[in-house]
């Protein structure tokens, strides 16, 4: 959940931006979200719950997430590739399956 809150943050409004830094970066419980903001713990339950449902949602479909754990583990094989004296061919094949991640 940190990842895809790292990811797409930015769609969220403010106050889910918050709950969520509160309970997943900053570790506080409900009750003490629900103490800062006066409302109920079920009330920042609900909310983060609908939040989190939402990233999810935005990562099936943008797929930023998955396209940067993919990306990150071709830069591994490439540089794999380079140490080991990889042919040109091995190397493009590795460059061509980064470009088909966009």
Do not use: C, H, W
Request: charged content about 30%; aromatic content about 12%; glycine content about 0%.
């Amino acid at each position: 959940m940190n990842y895809l809150f790292d990811f797409y943050q930015s769609l969220l409004t403010q106050k889910q931006r918050k709950y969520m830094s509160l309970y997943y970066l900053d570790d506080f419980s409900l009750g003490e979200i629900a103490e800062e903001f006066e409302v109920s713990r079920q009330a920042v339950y609900d909310n983060i719950k609908r939040t989190e449902v939402m990233l999810e949602d935005y990562e099936v479909k943008l797929m930023l997430l998955t396209k940067f754990v993919k990306r990150s583990e071709l830069v591994t094989q490439m540089k794999s590739a380079i140490k080991v004296n990889a042919t040109p061919e091995e190397i493009m094949s590795l460059l061509d399956s980064l470009e088909k991640l966009d």
